[in-house]
């Protein structure tokens, strides 16, 4: 009688620390730094104001869909409030510039800390 094995299909993880990598070689984290590099230091003053305005809003919804992946996916939690603070955060962000004035770096950092507090008080 033939004995059947069974080999797990994909990456088999067997314990939490292999779980937590994100990349699993040297090459993926070399890459990821070369992306993110062109992205940030050379894409602004290459690319067109258009192209730079779909690229950010990429990278905004990427946000948005890291923190679910993080929610939804390792921790198996559903919430709804997730896409809430979000909008807290661009609301907060938008506020300060239009009608405040100030600068993006400040605005960003602020409208964090503006959702933490948000977030703390319905918690």
Do not use: W
């Not at 779980?19 to 940030?40: K, M, P, Q």
């Not at 869909?65 to 955060?89: C, W």
């Not at 004035?101 to 503006?114: E, L, M, P, Q």
């Amino acid at each position: 009688m033939r004995k059947f094995s069974f080999h797990p299909c994909g990456n088999y993880r067997e314990n939490y620390t292999q779980e937590l990598n994100i990349f699993e070689t040297d090459f993926g984290r070399v890459c990821l730094g070369i992306f993110l590099g062109l992205l940030f230091f050379i894409a602004p003053f290459v690319v067109s104001p258009y192209m730079l305005y779909i690229l950010n809003t990429i990278g905004i919804a990427a946000i948005a869909a890291i923190g679910l992946n993080i929610l939804i996916g390792y921790t198996g939690q559903i919430s709804l409030g997730h896409g809430a603070f979000f909008g807290v955060g661009a609301y907060a962000a938008a506020i300060m510039a239009t009608r405040l004035g100030v600068g993006f770096y400040i605005r960003h950092t602020a409208a964090g800390i503006i959702t933490a507090l948000v977030g703390m008080i319905i918690a």
